[in-house]
DNA sequence: AACAGCCAATAAATCGGTTTAGTATCCTAC
DNA sequence: GTAGGATACTAAACCGATTTATTGGCTGTT
């Protein structure tokens, strides 16, 4: 596969297929035929139908002669050739680990709602943490001629010659903007509700090393719990392992935690997911929640607000992450190319309380 | 909004962008360039670099000189380019309903491995069931030179020139292939499992009006329950309503069939989403899940598994049908316009049994 | 010496638009 | 009577590739 991928030349044609719309007899309207049909040059046409400004000096009856024709014929002008002459594809090019998490396609959706509003296409390329792959989309995408790229939870590696802005991605690379969440606040959103309730013995899990924002996130713990003045013991610090998306991973880890009998009262989660694997142990050693044990999540997925109990869990706003980034690239696309651009767009987190926390049994 | 959309005009560039990739001192490899490099014309260089037919007669030593100043110059040729001249464009179009659903994206998920693998890219659009983006969107696909659509539970009303595959969409549509799951087999499973551990009074909620599977869904539920001798009562079949795709709407729709006082001891839910709200509903009515009350879902996303208790249901081979409808479509497009085509690919659904079935606790 | 046949390429058309530079006609003002 | 300017267009270059038809040089044969 990668050998198609990497090379250049072009798939022989098994076949020549039809590509454009054709009017009933078979033949399709393109501008050289609108323009004889007309008995006009297809410069006119052109002008007209783009109400460029050289169509200043064409009179409103014949303007409105072509654009009847345009309409009448069902003329549609081909966007290949538009773009090849303007270099300007209005296309660009998204690059996520993974289509079916649910973290992606939140985001995917507000980029999708800002892009399509304003004229521009997208393509959606998914690396599955293949590291070939994460390098070979990003110029994949640019021989398309995408105007900008959005990488979504993913370090790009190979240089990009158009912008990029990152959701939850990088870290200060040079040409890139990084929309990411107050990882601080939203540790100490967290600690700080757990503490209140009177947990000390916290566990925490981390995110998988692939993750980009596995080591930000423990970090922001750390140092909350620190601030709160109690600590994470080494014992009760958990990881994620393996590239599926599912509870189990949460699942697995959790039963390790219990296994190694270092008491805690409370768990924080790497994401909602993780936290709905590591509420079936709990649950199967015999733990209650939020009884027993407080669970709280991160992301905010769908599922957590209908989980039992409900999941408590640091709301990320993705798609309001995914709408800032294709905001952000669109106006670095329409500056010129040396312009200022931002390399950090910070968004707020949120806590939201729902069932899977109370006040612990024994406070100490 | 729609103005720009039905619009054939070009939005007026604000300024010129950079599209391609440059060297390092500024200028973009191009043919003409690499041709001008090596001193040889851009159709030599061409057919060697695709390995055209017509490169037999260009010697091995010509050869090896033209793809080392390749590979050193990095050419990528111009996706456009080639797509214009050759009526090739490697693209296709998926409409969905909206992408951060599970369904769609796991859909899209098997769509994506198949395309991609045959070099392959797609443009994404979520239509959010308003009529005149269902209509509009194709069109503007085509205009894109997508070589084929695949439209994911979505009804396409306007006329497609290029080849269409549908998953879960239309019912016989000329130049349509449709990929369905086998619905009365999918209704039979869930039924005989409900009849066989002894639940006679059972309660079904519908889809919502818009989505392609309702109707059949709901046809099929009937039909099989009378060919095991029970009858749903009219009273206790509920149907979801409203735009979102949230548990909410399961949670409405059930909090009415308590309401309406007639009493059942199994639910099966038009699909998972809904099933975890029908949970809710009838936990907070005081019935425990299974052993009050038996609840059945369908698709099989991926937190069915992990809910509490985890959700029997029955499953639809998403990722399958996605892989399925995409060979489906490129076969299609490499086949001569004229050429037979299948006009329906049946899946099978297969019953996940988990922990929210029981047997019924007053069986008649 | 003439012709065929092969080799190693190239010139030029093409895809379907956009855009620049220009032309032909008419009107008006001096 | 004609310079100047507006009006109403058009011819042709261009975007960056692919592809067909053609050319010139060389060898070998009769």
Redo the contacts with the bound molecule.
């Keep these: 596969m990668w050998e198609t991928l990497h090379d250049i030349?072009?798939p022989r044609?098994k076949s020549g297929t039809i590509?454009?719309a054709r009017t009933p007899s078979g033949q399709?309207?393109?501008?050289?035929s609108?323009?004889e049909h007309l008995?006009?040059?297809?410069?006119?046409?052109?002008?007209v139908?783009?109400r460029?400004p050289?169509a200043?000096?064409?009179?409103q009856?014949?303007q409105e002669l072509i654009r009847k024709a345009a309409r009448e014929l069902n003329?549609?002008?081909?966007h290949?050739?538009?773009s090849?002459?303007?270099?300007r594809s209005y296309t660009i090019g998204v690059v996520v680990p993974e289509i079916s998490e649910g973290y992606a396609a939140l985001v995917m959706s507000g980029i999708e709602d800002h892009l399509l509003q304003e004229g521009y296409f997208y393509f959606v390329v998914s690396h599955r943490h293949r590291d070939e792959l994460i390098e070979e989309y990003p110029l994949l995408l640019q021989q398309r001629a995408v105007e900008g790229l959005i990488a979504v939870d993913t370090a790009i590696t190979g240089a990009a010659e158009v912008p990029l802005v990152a959701v939850s991605g990088h870290r200060e690379v040079p040409g890139v903007t990084n929309i990411v969440l107050d990882h601080a606040r939203a540790a100490a959103l967290a600690m700080e509700h757990l503490t209140k309730l009177g947990h000390r013995e916290i566990s925490f899990i981390k995110g998988q090393a692939f993750s980009s924002d596995t080591a930000i996130r423990w970090e922001s713990v750390r140092a909350a719990a620190e601030a709160l003045g109690v600590t994470i013991k080494d014992g009760l610090v958990g990881q994620l392992e393996g590239e599926s998306s599912s509870p189990e991973l949460g699942y697995h880890v959790t039963k390790k935690l219990i296994a190694s009998g270092e008491p805690f009262t409370a768990l924080f989660a790497f994401n909602d997911i993780s936290a709905i694997g590591a509420i079936q142990a709990l649950r199967e050693a015999g733990r209650q929640i939020p009884q027993d044990v407080s669970v709280v999540g991160f992301d905010d997925i769908q599922s957590a607000a209908f989980q039992n109990p409900a999941l408590t869990t640091v709301r990320q706003p993705l798609r309001e992450m995914g709408m800032l980034a294709a905001e952000t690239l669109l106006r670095r696309i329409a500056a010129p190319p040396e312009a200022p651009y931002p390399k950090e767009i910070v968004v707020q987190p949120e806590l939201i309380c729902r069932a899977s926390t109370a006040a612990a049994r024994n406070p100490t």
């Excluded at 003329?75 to 081909?78: A, I, L, M, V």
């Design positions: 030349s072009m044609p590509l454009r399709s309207v393109s501008l050289k609108l323009a008995g006009l040059s297809q410069a006119a046409v052109s002008l139908i783009n460029a050289g200043k000096s064409i009179p009856r014949t003329y549609r002008p081909n290949l050739a538009r090849l002459r303007q270099q």
